[in-house]
């Protein structure tokens, strides 16, 4: 699905004022196209969520444009409705006094998925996920990640051309994590479906999506693939080497040298900096047993450019 937004802006009236507004969306111009994966994040408070809701057509914008393949998720909404998937740890699709396959039998019937379709799709989904569809326990009685993974499942089968999901990890141990992401990634690629990904764990953010946009209070601060963003703003590399020990004390020619032990010292090194510069440095003798290159992770990055912009 061709998501464009124009000029998006989003204001709330503060209740504590009269005349004061908080501005928790000042103008977002995205396009992403059939296929695209969007990992969206930012701090807490930061408006990610409420452009969610925008897109999805819960909630109106102040101002500006949202067109999901032309047509307005507001106006049209029974037109585009029902090719839009939403996922959000605010808002459960799921009938908690039921057990899972009724909701997913609902769903069914909800989007008119054809029997052979709706079945294969459940059967692919419950055996990735590890889930058992016969189990007769009300959703309300179900551990977190059971409930998770019934929340996705009812997510996927429509089998959406926008699939919007609002941090669908959070809580979750590892297994469920991996399980739940690598099944949403199947399903988007395989259907060339539109995804827009919130998480507060960007390493999650980083393995299931292509493209990366920041918000920090209101204000989009960048847009870019996740290879770009770490080229552009990787200013600096740790190398970590282990060496040899030998008995007598030697200096380091260096004040970027850090000695963590006898045998093991680091040094930072710019991006553009030659490591070759650095094995020089190594004192006469000593004979390099492992070497370790650690680039700023996401996060890193991420967190300060969040310190710049604050």
């Keep these: 699905m061709k998501v464009q937004t124009k000029d998006l802006r989003k204001v709330y009236k503060d209740k504590g004022s009269k005349d004061k507004e908080i501005v928790a969306l000042s103008s977002l111009n995205l396009e992403l196209n059939a296929g695209d994966s969007l990992g969206y994040?930012?701090?807490?408070?930061?408006?990610?969520?409420?452009?969610?809701?925008?897109?999805?057509?819960?909630?109106?914008?102040?101002?500006?444009?949202i067109l999901l393949n032309g047509y307005n998720?507001?106006?049209?909404?029974?037109?585009?409705?029902h090719r839009v998937g939403y996922l959000s740890p605010l808002k459960s699709q799921l009938w908690w006094d039921l057990p899972p396959i009724n909701t997913f039998r609902m769903i069914s019937l909800i989007y008119k998925i054809p029997k052979k379709q709706w079945k294969s799709d459940l059967d692919?989904?419950?055996?990735k996920l590890s889930f058992d569809i016969n189990n007769k326990n009300p959703i309300r009685t179900l551990s977190t990640?059971?409930?998770?993974?019934?929340?996705?499942?009812s997510t996927l089968l429509p089998r959406p051309d926008l699939l919007v999901l609002d941090e669908p990890?959070?809580?979750?141990?590892?297994?469920?994590?991996?399980?739940i992401l690598e099944t949403i990634s199947d399903m988007q690629?395989?259907?060339?479906?539109?995804?827009?990904?919130?998480?507060?764990?960007?390493?999650?953010?980083?393995?299931?999506?292509?493209?990366?946009?920041i918000i920090d209070?209101?204000?989009?601060?960048?847009?870019?693939?996740?290879?770009?963003?770490?080229?552009?703003?990787?200013?600096?590399?740790?190398?970590?080497?282990?060496?040899?020990?030998?008995?007598?004390?030697?200096?380091?020619?260096?004040?970027?040298?850090?000695?963590?032990?006898?045998?093991?010292?680091?040094?930072?090194?710019?991006?553009?900096?030659?490591?070759?510069?650095l094995v020089k440095l190594i004192p006469f003798g000593r004979e390099i047993v492992d070497m370790k290159i650690e680039s700023p992770c996401l996060s890193d990055i991420v967190l300060d450019m969040h310190k710049k912009h604050g």
């Design 41 to 65: 994040i930012g701090l807490n408070g930061s408006g990610k969520s409420t452009t969610l809701k925008m897109l999805v057509g819960v909630l109106a914008p102040t101002s500006g444009t």
């Design 73 to 81: 998720p507001l106006t049209d909404r029974k037109k585009i409705s």
């Design 124 to 127: 692919y989904l419950s055996d």
């Design 145 to 153: 990640g059971n409930r998770v993974k019934s929340e996705i499942i």
């Design 169 to 179: 990890t959070l809580g979750l141990d590892i297994v469920s994590r991996v399980s």
């Design 189 to 213: 690629r395989k259907y060339g479906m539109t995804l827009i990904f919130t998480s507060h764990d960007l390493e999650d953010v980083e393995t299931i999506c292509d493209q990366i946009m």
């Design 217 to 277: 209070s209101g204000n989009i601060i960048e847009h870019s693939t996740v290879k770009e963003i770490k080229s552009k703003y990787r200013e600096k590399r740790k190398i970590r080497i282990e060496h040899a020990p030998i008995s007598h004390h030697e200096t380091l020619d260096d004040s970027k040298i850090s000695l963590v032990s006898e045998s093991v010292f680091e040094y930072e090194i710019g991006a553009k900096e030659s490591i070759s510069d």
